[in-house]
């Protein structure tokens, strides 16, 4: 299964769970949850259509499509931590929190494995052409 697959599959499960959240988190913990896990999405995609090519403009496509990767990291690490932060306060519950941490680290895993990928493939010179992942 893809990261973007991933990922969607995390959002989805936020969605849920933040749904149920008491109101007093709601512009809290809630709010932010679901919009990291939507940023999340929104760089990883941003990240697959940075095509790199033969162009002149290959170092700062790989680039853009580095900082894309990075920070759908940044915001899996994040997204974690507020999830942790949740479960302190009791705005989710214990079995949510484990299920976002296992998801997020499942996709941080694949990110890494990504920019790995692209590391390989893109320092070997050959003939370049974007994955779809």
Known sequence: ??????????????????????????????????????????????????????????????????????????DLRLLAYFAQLALEQKAILPKQYEQIALQSSDCMNLVGAWINSDRKRFAGGGHLHADKT
Do not use: G
């Not at 896990?37 to 496509?61: G, H, P, S």
């Not at 900082?67 to 990291?73: C, E, G």
């Open 1 to 74: 299964m893809s990261v973007v697959m991933k990922a969607k599959d995390l959002c989805r499960y936020v969605m849920t769970i933040t749904e149920k959240s008491p109101k007093q988190y709601r512009f809290t913990f809630t709010s932010r949850l679901q919009n990291l896990a939507l940023d999340i999405i929104q760089n990883l995609y941003r990240a697959n259509d940075t095509f790199i090519t033969d162009e002149v403009n290959r170092t700062e496509k790989m680039e853009q499509r580095l900082a894309f990767q990075h920070q759908a990291l940044t």
